[in-house]
């Protein structure tokens, strides 16, 4: 242990072990020798210490408690409101995409085809010929798909639908026959194929352009001594590639008549 005591002559501060108080001792500064005693010691105040504290928390009434409490449930809103919003725009946006499809047979028996929406039975005449069939609405991008059906005359039964030339004449004629009534605007595109075994022409007209343009669809089969003209129209979704417009065709069977 030691005490703090000033040199008589130069002031400077030594620091003394009590052991040698009230013993002679050589300044290091000045060299004076002097005797220093108990009462000559330098008076110190103890270093004052910081208390200890706690980290502090934060409690219920804490501004910045509160001001992150609502950061969260802003975002907590923000949150529920757009997967709300993705949610039925995903429904809706599926829901036009691919519709539900079921399947409908026609009253007289002769074909069955899946639609998106309830079919009507129709009816009309084409060149004195009667068809009739279904016809199905669809609200979403008012978009009608129908079938029609009219029995062939006893000379164009009677033709070899083997021979491709034959088929494709009888076809083209059939297309006349029907699609005045039927396709609006211009045709754009035509190619012979099949439906399953049976001879059948597609064909896609436009209307108009841009987002008020419309587009119809259509498949002309000679099935079982009849022909059937299969119509999908309406606007930028149907077209031939779409999910439903496809299966609308795929899904059409034609059926023998009841004897």
Not at 188 to 205: E, I, K, N
Request: hydrophobic share 45%; net charge neutral.
């Amino acid at each position: 242990m030691t005490e703090l005591v000033a040199c008589p002559r130069c002031g400077d501060a030594l620091d003394i072990p009590v052991e040698l108080l009230d013993k002679p001792v050589r300044c290091a500064a000045c060299r004076t020798v002097f005797s220093p005693t108990p009462t000559d010691a330098i008076p110190t105040a103890p270093r004052a210490m910081r208390p200890w504290t706690p980290p502090r928390t934060a409690d219920a009434g804490d501004p910045a408690t509160k001001s992150n409490g609502w950061v969260w449930v802003v975002l907590l809103l923000l949150v529920g409101v757009f997967g709300g919003f993705v949610f039925l725009c995903t429904g809706l946006f599926r829901g036009v995409l691919n519709p539900e499809m079921a399947v409908h047979a026609s009253d007289e028996g002769r074909f069955r085809v899946a639609l998106p929406a309830t079919p009507t039975n129709v009816s009309r005449t084409d060149d004195k010929v009667k068809v009739s069939g279904l016809l199905a609405t669809r609200p979403e991008g008012q978009e009608t798909f129908q079938v029609l059906s009219a029995e062939l005359p006893a000379a164009e039964k009677r033709l070899d639908l083997g021979n491709e030339a034959v088929a494709v004449a009888l076809l083209a004629e059939l297309a006349k026959r029907h699609l005045p009534a039927l396709a609006a605007g211009t045709e754009v595109q035509r190619d012979s194929t099949v439906h399953g075994p049976y001879p059948a022409l597609d064909m896609l007209f436009e209307k108009g352009s841009g987002f008020v343009k419309q587009l119809t669809v259509v498949r002309i089969v000679v099935a079982e001594g009849r022909v059937f003209v299969l119509s999908a129209q309406g606007g930028g979704l149907v077209q031939p590639h779409m999910w439903h417009v496809r299966h609308f065709f795929t899904s059409f069977e034609p059926l023998p008549a009841v004897k």
